[in-house]
């Protein structure tokens, strides 16, 4: 049984929900300094407190952190230090810095960190994996990745989103990280971007809309396009690979579910793709399947967790586009020691 302590109550909240599903899991204290978020999350066997500190101090192999992103990499650190693993909510860290010094205190410890990156899990992203594992897809070419979604003055009106110090970037960091992630896991790592952002859709300190040009590993060619300000919430990809072009469904926070299609370049070869999916049974999804893989990688199981140098990855690319709207200028990845945004993007 691994035990967990649950810090916010916000998405907190759909995290507990997933455990509740898991049996190799149990939640037994929560945290939220808001009462009335904590009087929701009441239940048997779990102890309810305001305190980080409780939980740092807790008997429990795993903190789970829920809290605004400014928190993330300091409350990592601590419960690393404390001996527990962690979970902890994107953005993992806001800055490169923070991602060493969480790199340091994990080596240190010998403790694991999961960024929660749960809309990998879903089954036609299952499918994908399978044909990638078939060897079908052949290399990335291209792919246009789109976070079209609406926010509005009530998302904003919790005090830390939309600022600098709370949230500590915008839609690259608070939305599209998922399609960025899914991006460099599903096709290939990023080597450079061009980025333009704007504010253009709520009167807030950070960007809401974007568009960005990924040059990938081994030379396929990407897009970007985001913005806070559509009808409703649609997230869709479209990954191109030498031997299938594959396209998404819209749904906005799974875009692993719904009706994807996976098209053969060649005709003869769509019977061995549409076999190789079809035999393949799809696992939990969402968060239960990200929780489900933390708990394997725990255990000493193979797995498919969220890895560490994952969360890192999208810190740098974070950086990285910061970097290329600023200054105009393709930026290569890695992003080294030396670089002017090593400490933080924070203008
Ligand atoms: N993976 C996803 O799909 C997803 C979705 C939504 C939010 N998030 C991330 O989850 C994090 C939290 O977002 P949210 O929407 O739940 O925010 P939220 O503001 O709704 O909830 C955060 C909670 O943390 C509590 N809190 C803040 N500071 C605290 C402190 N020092 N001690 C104790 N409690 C404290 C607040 O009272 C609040 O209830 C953010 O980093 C966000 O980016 C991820």
Known sequence: MIRVAVLGGGIGAQHIEAYRALPEFKVTMVVDQDQSRLAHLAADEI???NDVQMALDAEVDVIDICLPPHLHSKITIEALQSGKHVICEKPLATSLAQIRAIGQAK????RSVFPVFQYRFGPNLQFLQALKGAGLTGVPRAAAVETHWNR????YAVPWRG???GE?????????IHAHDLLMNFMAPVVGVAARLGTLVNSIETEDSAAVIFELSGGGLATSSITLGAARDETRLRF???HVTVTSDTTPYAPGE????????DPKK???IDSVIADNVPSLAGFSGFLREVSKSITGQPNQAVAFDDGADSIALITAIYEAHRSGAWVSLPISIDHSLWEGWEP
Do not use: C, M, P
Request: no cysteine.
């Open 47 to 49: 102890v309810l407190a």
């Open 107 to 110: 080596k240190a410890t010998g």
């Open 270 to 272: 769509q019977s061995l």
């Open 152 to 155: 509005g003055a009530d998302y």
């Open 168 to 176: 500590q970037g915008g839609a690259i960091v608070g939305h599209a």
């Open 258 to 265: 719904g009706n994807w299609q996976f098209v053969a370049r």
């Open 163 to 165: 600022t600098w110090a």
């Open 240 to 242: 191109v690979y030498e």
